[in-house]
């Protein structure tokens, strides 16, 4: 379990979207001033359009900046459910390297997973910042309860994505996914969780009380997480 979690609660969710989008920019910042380029996960959802349009505004050396989505629908891309779709329509006009990880939707979503981890073997590792959203049953990035969930958290550290089927699956994306990796998730250099509404609030609490065997992917990400952890929360 990561020593420090730390809680930021929110007025609204546009103070939220001021307060995340300050972060990553500073995140973005300092990694470019390190090594000259950052890589960095997104998540899809609707929790962090605000951020990302929060984020477009700021002075940013987006030509420098690769970003992956921490999961994808396995549709094809422009399909109103890609997460990489909602992902470059903001930040493609900024110049950033925003990078489909199922660049074709196959029926196959084992197969789209390999192909993502290959992709992804290709980047810069590990991640300057990995910003999450969570469900309200629990679950993060794509990890879901299913055939795959022992591989998405228990597989090999070196697997950075793999291809899975949530079950039951999920009323608002009814679609095999692939997702990052527990091992990947964890091993950012930043992780963040930029949630809203009482429920979610309530499925994080419980899945940290639970620890290690939380039945919530999220619990299994958080019990494992070596860095501090930032958690954004509005109503
Ligand atoms: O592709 C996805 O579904 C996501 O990346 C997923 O993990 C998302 O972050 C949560 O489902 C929260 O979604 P909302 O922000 O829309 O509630």
């Not at 998405?152 to 950075?160: H, L, M, Q």
């Not at 699956?169 to 964890?186: C, D, G, N, Q, W």
Request: glycine letters at 8%; charged letters at 25%.
């Amino acid at each position: 379990m990561s020593e420090e979690i730390e809680w930021w609660d929110y007025e609204d969710a546009e103070e939220m979207a001021d307060a995340v989008a300050g972060d990553i920019q500073f995140i973005l910042d300092s990694a470019i001033d390190a090594r000259g380029a950052a890589v960095i996960a997104l998540s899809g959802g609707k929790t962090p359009i605000p951020i990302y349009e929060r984020l477009t505004q700021a002075r940013i050396d987006w030509k420098r900046v690769t970003i992956i989505p921490t999961d994808e629908r396995v549709v094809p891309l422009g399909d109103p459910l890609s997460n990489i779709t909602m992902i470059g329509k903001a930040f493609l006009p900024k110049g950033a390297r925003v990078m489909p990880i199922v660049p074709q939707a196959t029926a196959d979503y084992k197969a789209a997973g390999r192909s993502a981890d290959a992709l992804m073997q290709d980047l810069h590792w590990p991640l300057d910042l990995c910003l999450l959203g969570v469900g309200a049953d629990g679950h993060t990035a794509s990890i879901f309860p299913g055939p795959d969930f022992d591989e998405a958290v228990s597989g090999p550290r070196e697997r950075r994505a793999l291809g899975v089927l949530p079950e039951p699956l999920p009323k608002e994306a009814p679609v095999p996914r692939v997702t990052l990796s527990r091992a990947a998730i964890v091993s950012a250099r930043a992780l963040m969780l930029a949630v809203t509404g009482d429920a979610k609030k309530q499925v994080i609490e419980q899945a940290i009380k639970q620890g290690p065997s939380s039945p919530h992917p999220i619990g299994r990400v958080l019990a494992d997480a070596e860095l501090p952890v930032d958690i954004h929360w509005a109503p």
